[in-house]
């Protein structure tokens, strides 16, 4: 509009957690029944609790909106499950149906550390895991790629490439189940949680960052 000012948005946008949230922009499902977070020398801490994604309670997460249709939401996450039950990452989330995660957890089977993705797609989201192998210990960077068509979720070790290891159409991001409505768009999160039980493991987040394509 005439009058107003036209301000170059950067490129990249990066929080880096140093002794509070640098905005205001951030969200957690609900209010919270406790504090879940805390902040520490080189990042945030989440205390993971027993609420998932799929409850309609509050997990140990925090979100924000996308703002931008071609964007990478990335952070480095340090930690050291020590259950299949318990996990800990980023996510591209649109309601307890349809949201989509990678992160780190510990193999079912081989119980191991591991690095896994997590895709909801379908009439019913269908739950699909996908498991890649990570180092026993030390912190891994995450990514979800945002793009016209799809989301890409991805992880990387060190000064490493990206490894994406699985891609979701857009169009289950802006779905809902038979007889459920979507009230709000869709949000980059980062979160902890030990599927429906107590966890004394924390997971750092050394930072979120957004980075326009």
Not at 73 to 93: C, K, N, W, Y
Not at 112 to 128: H, N, Q
Not at 130 to 144: H, S
Not at 182 to 200: D, I
Request: charged fraction near 20%; aromatic fraction near 16%.
């Amino acid at each position: 509009m005439p009058g107003l000012y036209k301000l170059d948005r950067p490129k990249i946008w990066r929080d880096d957690f140093r002794g509070k949230f640098t905005d205001k922009a951030w969200y957690t499902q609900r209010t919270p029944y406790k504090q879940f977070h805390k902040f520490v020398n080189g990042g945030l801490r989440l205390f993971g609790n027993v609420y998932t994604l799929d409850d309609r309670e509050t997990p140990a997460a925090f979100f924000r909106k996308q703002e931008d249709l071609s964007v990478v939401f990335s952070t480095q996450l340090d930690f050291t499950p020590t259950s299949p039950r318990h996990e800990a990452g980023i996510t591209v989330f649109l309601s307890i149906w349809y949201h989509n995660e990678v992160g780190l957890t510990l193999h079912p089977e081989t119980k191991v550390r591991t690095v896994f993705v997590k895709t909801r797609t379908g009439p019913m989201a269908e739950l699909k895991t996908i498991y890649a192998p990570a180092a026993e210990a030390g912190p891994v960077n995450l990514f979800i790629k945002a793009e016209p068509n799809q989301y890409s979720l991805g992880y990387s070790v060190g000064g490493g490439n990206v490894t994406y290891l699985a891609t979701v159409e857009n169009r289950w991001l802006q779905s809902y189940v038979q007889g459920w409505q979507n009230f709000v768009g869709t949000h980059f999160g980062v979160y902890s949680l030990a599927g429906r039980l107590p966890m004394l493991i924390l997971a750092d987040f050394k930072y979120v960052q957004t980075q326009l394509l």
